[in-house]
């Protein structure tokens, strides 16, 4: 995806069967920017509001568990879910308005 200077991004992955995936954002040349984590109840993999160094193309990159399958999302300026937090001490911050 393409993206310009400050802009954040983050993203989720869920397996569908096997496991051992891991998420990562990479720059155009290959160097990692955040690695996914694990702990959301929601989905087993999760990457939260990156931000991107400058304008130009970077990769979301899924490796790891071959005989994985998955679903994933990527958000751009935007949050993705992840639980739990749906209590006003779990509350996670968003940032500013987008």
Not at 8 to 21: D, E
Not at 27 to 48: K, W
Not at 58 to 73: E, H, L
């Amino acid at each position: 995806f393409t993206a310009g200077a400050g802009e954040t991004v983050g993203g989720a992955l869920k397996y569908l069967t096997g496991g051992g995936a891991t998420v990562s954002v990479e720059t155009a040349a290959g160097a990692v920017l955040a690695t996914s984590v694990a702990g959301a109840t929601n989905v087993e993999q999760r990457i939260a509001n990156v931000a991107l160094p400058g304008a130009g193309t970077y990769y979301v990159r899924v490796s790891g568990g071959a005989a994985a399958t998955y679903s994933a999302v990527v958000t751009k300026n935007a949050t993705f879910d992840a639980e739990p937090n749906n209590t006003a001490a779990a509350a996670r911050p968003i940032g500013g308005a987008q």
